[in-house]
C-alpha cells in the first residue's frame, strides 16, 4: 500500500500562517516593551513624589514655627517638632486642650474669639498670648489660627504660632517708657491723665502732693542726692496706698495720687499716712535728710478730669500758704 503523503498546503496559505504568528509574537513582545517603559517612566515619578515628601518633612523639622492640628474640642491631634521651643515632645502634647496652656490673665480676654473661631468654618483669628514652657515659665506666642474643620483632607483647626518673647519685652518696655516715669517709676501725667479721665465719671479722689524742703537738698548736696529723695518718697508713697490707686510724679518734687471710688474721707487718711511716714529721715550718702510735704485733697464725680485736677491743686497751695510763718 502506497504511503500516505501531506495533503499539500497552497502557498499563500502557509505564508498567511506565518504572518499571523509573526503578528502575535510581535504584539507580545510590544506589550511587553511598552509595560517596562511605563515602568521606567513611573519609577521618576515615585522617586519625584518621595523627594518632596522628604523635603516637606525636613522643613517641619527644623521649622521654627510651631503648627499644630486641634481637633473640634479644642485638643492638639498633631504637632511639629518645633513644640519643643516650649520644651514639651510633640507625642506629650497630643489630647491636651490649647486653652490650657494661655496665661489665666490673657484666657479671658481670647476665649470669645477663640469660641467663635471653633464654631465658625473658614473662620481666621491671630493673637498674641503667653503660653506655659515645661519649666513653668511664660513665653509669648504670635498665633494664627484657620479653622477647616469643613475640608475632609484636614478636619481641624489650625494653627502657626511663632515666639515673640523677646520682641514683646521690647514693646513692653517702650510702652512703659512713654507712661512712667523714668526716674520713679511712677505713672508720668500722660498716664495720669488718662486714669483720671477713664475713673471720674464714677467719681474718683484726688491727692495733690508737693515736697517742702527739696529744693535745698538739690542746691546743697546736688541732683543724686535730690534724685535719690525723690526715689524714696516715691516707695513711702506707693506703700500708702490702698489697691486700685494710682500713683505719679507729674514733674519736678511733684506728685499726685488718683484714688477711684473715694471721697474725701478715705483720701485724708491715705495723704495722712504718707505724711506720717515723711517724717523719718533718709540716709543719703551718710547724711540724714528730710523733706515734707503739702497735700492737696479733692472728690469728685461726672466732673471735667482737668478741672478736678486744677482743684486738687489749688487745695495744695492753700495747704502749703498756710503753712508757712
Same mark, same amino acid.
Do not use: C
Given at each position: 500500500? @502506497?504511503?500516505?503523503?501531506?495533503?499539500?498546503?497552497?502557498? *499563500?496559505?502557509?505564508?498567511?500562517?506565518?504572518?499571523?504568528?509573526?503578528?502575535?509574537?510581535?504584539?507580545?513582545?510590544?506589550?511587553? !516593551?511598552?509595560?517596562?517603559?511605563?515602568?521606567?517612566?513611573?519609577?521618576?515619578?515615585?522617586?519625584?513624589?518621595?523627594?518632596?515628601?522628604?523635603?516637606?518633612?525636613?522643613?517641619?523639622?527644623?521649622? %521654627?514655627?510651631?503648627?499644630?492640628?486641634?481637633?473640634?474640642?479644642?485638643?492638639?491631634?498633631?504637632?511639629?517638632?518645633?513644640?519643643?521651643?516650649?520644651?514639651?515632645?510633640?507625642? &506629650?502634647?497630643?489630647?491636651?486642650?490649647?486653652?490650657?496652656?494661655?496665661?489665666?490673665?490673657?484666657? @479671658?480676654?481670647?476665649?470669645?474669639?477663640?469660641?467663635?473661631?471653633?464654631?465658625?468654618?473658614?473662620?481666621?483669628? %491671630?493673637?498674641?498670648? =503667653?503660653?506655659?514652657?515645661?519649666?513653668?515659665?511664660? =513665653?509669648?506666642?504670635?498665633? %494664627?489660627?484657620?479653622?477647616?474643620?469643613?475640608?475632609?483632607?484636614?478636619?481641624?483647626? $489650625?494653627?502657626?504660632?511663632?515666639?515673640?518673647?523677646?520682641?514683646?519685652?521690647? #514693646?513692653? #518696655? /517702650?510702652?512703659?517708657?512713654?507712661?512712667?516715669?523714668?526716674?520713679?517709676? /511712677? !505713672?508720668? =501725667?500722660?498716664?495720669?491723665? =488718662?486714669?483720671?479721665? *477713664?475713673?471720674?465719671?464714677?467719681?474718683?479722689?484726688?491727692?495733690?502732693?508737693?515736697?517742702?524742703?527739696?529744693?535745698?537738698?538739690?542746691? %546743697?548736696?546736688?541732683?543724686?542726692?535730690?534724685?535719690?529723695?525723690? $526715689?524714696? $518718697?516715691?516707695?513711702?508713697?506707693?506703700?500708702?496706698? @490702698?489697691?486700685?490707686?494710682?500713683?505719679?510724679?507729674? +514733674?519736678?518734687? &511733684?506728685?499726685?495720687?488718683?484714688?477711684? +471710688?473715694?471721697?474725701?474721707?478715705?483720701?485724708?487718711?491715705?495723704?495722712?499716712?504718707?505724711?506720717?511716714?515723711?517724717?523719718?529721715?533718709?540716709?543719703?550718702?551718710?547724711?540724714?535728710?528730710?523733706?515734707?510735704?503739702?497735700?492737696?485733697?479733692?472728690?469728685? *464725680?461726672?466732673?471735667?478730669?482737668?478741672?478736678?485736677?486744677?482743684? *486738687?491743686?489749688?487745695?495744695?497751695?492753700? $495747704?502749703?500758704?498756710?503753712?508757712?510763718?
Amino acid at each position: 500500500m @502506497p504511503p500516505v503523503r501531506p495533503f499539500p498546503l497552497p502557498r *499563500a496559505a502557509a505564508l498567511g500562517g506565518l504572518l499571523a504568528i509573526t503578528a502575535v509574537v510581535a504584539r507580545r513582545l510590544g506589550a511587553r !516593551a511598552e509595560r517596562k517603559s511605563q515602568a521606567g517612566r513611573s519609577l521618576p515619578g515615585l522617586e519625584a513624589l518621595r523627594l518632596r515628601e522628604e523635603r516637606i518633612r525636613l522643613l517641619l523639622e527644623y521649622s %521654627t514655627d510651631i503648627t499644630s492640628l486641634i481637633d473640634h474640642t479644642g485638643a492638639m491631634t498633631y504637632l511639629t517638632p518645633a513644640t519643643r521651643m516650649l520644651g514639651y515632645e510633640p507625642s &506629650e502634647m497630643v489630647g491636651v486642650r490649647v486653652i490650657t496652656l494661655i496665661h489665666p490673665d490673657d484666657l @479671658p480676654g481670647l476665649l470669645p474669639d477663640l469660641q467663635r473661631l471653633m464654631a465658625t468654618p473658614g473662620a481666621t483669628f %491671630t493673637y498674641q498670648s =503667653r503660653y506655659r514652657h515645661a519649666d513653668g515659665s511664660w =513665653r509669648w506666642l504670635e498665633v %494664627t489660627s484657620r479653622n477647616l474643620t469643613h475640608d475632609p483632607r484636614v478636619g481641624g483647626v $489650625v494653627s502657626n504660632a511663632r515666639e515673640v518673647t523677646d520682641a514683646r519685652r521690647l #514693646q513692653d #518696655q /517702650l510702652r512703659h517708657e512713654a507712661t512712667h516715669d523714668a526716674l520713679t517709676g /511712677l !505713672a508720668n =501725667r500722660v498716664l495720669f491723665g =488718662r486714669r483720671l479721665a *477713664a475713673e471720674v465719671t464714677g467719681g474718683a479722689a484726688l491727692l495733690h502732693i508737693d515736697l517742702d524742703g527739696f529744693k535745698p537738698i538739690n542746691d %546743697t548736696y546736688g541732683h543724686h542726692a535730690g534724685d535719690v529723695v525723690l $526715689v524714696r $518718697v516715691a516707695e513711702l508713697l506707693r506703700a500708702a496706698l @490702698p489697691a486700685g490707686a494710682v500713683a505719679a510724679r507729674l +514733674g519736678g518734687d &511733684e506728685f499726685a495720687v488718683l484714688l477711684p +471710688g473715694a471721697g474725701t474721707a478715705t483720701a485724708g487718711r491715705v495723704a495722712d499716712r504718707f505724711l506720717a511716714a515723711l517724717t523719718q529721715p533718709f540716709e543719703v550718702d551718710g547724711r540724714r535728710l528730710t523733706v515734707g510735704a503739702s497735700v492737696g485733697v479733692v472728690a469728685g *464725680a461726672g466732673v471735667d478730669p482737668d478741672a478736678l485736677l486744677r482743684r *486738687a491743686d489749688e487745695a495744695m497751695y492753700r $495747704v502749703k500758704h498756710a503753712a508757712r510763718p
